[in-house]
Nanobody, 123 residues
Framework: QVQVVESGGDSVQAGGSLRLSCVTA??????MGWFRQAPGKEREGVAAINTVDSRTYYADSVKGRFTISQDNAKNTAYLQMNSLLPEDTAMYYC???????????????????WGQGTQVTVS
């Protein structure tokens, strides 16, 4: 079992910023994705990154506000969230799966390994 650990969630005011981190022991060659789930809503893909070539993918709702990046030396993926809106409030999950992200990054069923989530609240 590959452990995935998120951190960085917090409560912020609208317009503020947060940076989420995701560490996993098995990192190289994976697609690392960020998902979120608000109460009563389905889990949705937010962003993803290929650990091999750093190619990134974003949901339309976060383009221009969120940035996914990585530090391969630290086996860590980051989600920088700027200009936060109340509708960004959700539990944010990091997920990992072996292989590239293309064509599948937004489907939660594609990911084998999941973290426990970190809460982001925007008021």
């Amino acid at each position: 079992q590959v452990q995935v650990v998120e951190s960085g969630g917090d409560s912020v005011q609208a317009g503020g910023s947060l940076r989420l981190s995701c560490v996993t022991a098995t990192y190289s060659g994976h697609c690392m994705g960020w998902f979120r789930q608000a109460p009563g809503k389905e889990r949705e893909g937010v962003a993803a990154i290929n650990t091999v070539d750093s190619r990134t993918y974003y949901a339309d709702s976060v383009k221009g506000r969120f940035t996914i990046s990585q530090d391969n030396a630290k086996n860590t993926a980051y989600l920088q969230m700027n200009s936060l809106l109340p509708e960004d409030t959700a539990m944010y999950y990091c997920a990992a799966d072996l292989g590239g992200c293309a064509g599948r990054w937004f489907r939660s069923a594609e990911y084998k390994y999941w973290g426990q989530g970190t809460q982001v609240t925007v008021s």
